[in-house]
């Protein structure tokens, strides 16, 4: 009689751990961050009045224009991103639609 009590209460037991392992339903979401910024190639031709002015201006005089793109960010803001090049060194400028370099 001890055993199948204690058997009974083994199952029981056994029943209930395997039910509840059962019922745990969590959902994770997974949320995945694009990033917007556009960087759309633009002719050096092409270029504002106000952007040609800045790069023909003081600072940036000395070095030559070679690719210019147009970047837009995800919050819609826009700039001009000029690569230019000085003897063998390169850099990138960044310049506002209004003629202003961006920092």
Do not use: C, H, R
Not at 12 to 29: C, D, H, L, P
Not at 62 to 72: E, G, I, N, R
């Amino acid at each position: 009689m001890k055993k199948i009590i204690l058997s009974a209460a083994f199952l029981a037991f056994a029943g209930i751990s395997a039910v509840n392992a059962s019922e745990v339903k969590n959902t994770v979401a997974i949320t995945v961050k694009q990033d917007s910024t556009t960087k759309v190639p633009v002719e050096l031709k092409d270029l504002p009045e106000a952007v040609t002015t800045t790069l023909q201006s003081e600072p940036v005089k000395a070095w030559t224009p070679t690719a210019a793109f147009l970047v837009t960010n995800a919050d819609k803001t826009t700039y001009y991103l000029v690569e230019v090049k000085k003897d063998a060194e390169t850099a990138a400028i960044k310049i506002g639609a209004d003629g202003k370099v961006i920092q």
